[in-house]
């Protein structure tokens, strides 16, 4: 098993699934998207990813709100309400009798195009939506033993070309950021600003703790993760001081602990940047805390 944030137990079920393609069911090995689809061609698309536990989809209309947000920045006009999307999730769900412990991912790219172009003019159709929810519980090994991360020379791109709060299927700088990080020998990417303060990781927020203080970037960035928001939001509740600032490699190196949230794996312990052991090289006191509080969360979402 390959060490990392989005680490999974093996479930046989996942062979058999079926996926959801533009109002149809597929079986797994015969769901497939035209080599003319925008998304394949030059990344015009966006998604979300969510979790469903005991049939409950976990702050989804947080999800939504963002992808319908990504939509409305990258000038793509969804055909479809979010009722209907959700229907067509449950639809998904249901087909696969699918209750807990499941993570939906949903794309929605502006549609097939009538030649490979970026021109958006030459789309001939209305955009393509692919549903694929999966059996999937996090790693508890990974959690346990905390993960490492090493600092690409792949910055976060500015908000005037590529705002890094967009959710787009344009994702190869962070694949580039990975394969730095992975051939360094470290588990995934912690990625600088423009500024070279510390911004995110690769596919994940990045959090540190100094002290009896939570610090996480400015999130001018970043991705503002769903997870992100949620865990400032149980600091705030909690009476845990928790800053949205500038800080640098200088900050990370000294600190108590560090961890990185995401919608899949939660709050996962940082133990190691660039060969510095963090702390006690363990998940810290502070991460756990944020874990339990975090989980209560999540139970209050599922019993709303």
């Not at 052991?277 to 810290?284: D, H, L, S």
Request: glycine residues 8%; contains cysteine; proline residues 3%.
């Amino acid at each position: 098993m390959i060490s990392g944030t989005h680490n999974a137990i093996e479930d046989p079920r996942n062979k058999d699934i079926k996926i959801f393609i533009n109002g149809e069911l597929f079986a797994r090995e015969e769901a497939k998207i035209s080599v003319f689809d925008s998304g394949y061609l030059v990344g015009d698309g966006i998604w979300e990813a969510f979790r469903v536990h005991q049939g409950q989809m976990i702050f989804v209309d947080k999800h939504l709100d963002r992808m319908w947000q990504s939509a409305k920045v990258i000038g793509l006009k969804l055909p479809f309400s979010k009722t209907e999307l959700l229907q067509n999730v449950r639809k998904t769900l249901d087909a696969n009798v699918m209750k807990d412990h499941i993570h939906v991912r949903v794309m929605v790219t502006r549609g097939f195009k009538k030649t490979p172009s970026q021109d958006p003019r030459l789309t001939i159709s209305g955009p393509n939506v692919v549903i694929i929810a999966e059996h999937k519980i996090a790693s508890e090994e990974t959690k346990n033993k905390g993960i490492t991360l090493f600092t690409s020379t792949i910055r976060r791109g500015s908000p005037d070309y590529l705002d890094p709060r967009l959710n787009c299927h344009s994702k190869l700088h962070e694949v580039q950021a990975l394969i730095q990080a992975l051939e360094a020998g470290a588990d995934e990417a912690l990625m600088l600003d423009v500024h070279g303060f510390v911004a995110t990781c690769n596919a994940t927020n990045f959090f540190m703790v100094r002290g009896e203080e939570v610090w996480t970037s400015t999130g001018q960035y970043c991705m503002n993760g769903i997870t992100r928001g949620n865990v400032i939001q149980v600091c705030k509740e909690n009476n845990i001081i928790c800053k949205e600032k500038n800080f640098s490699l200088f900050d990370v190196y000294g600190a108590d602990e560090c961890f990185v949230t995401g919608t899949f794996g939660g709050l996962t312990p940082v133990i190691k940047v660039d060969g510095r052991t963090i702390g006690e090289g363990t998940p810290g006191t502070v991460t756990s805390q944020l874990s339990t509080l975090y989980k209560s969360l999540v139970e209050k979402e599922i019993n709303s």
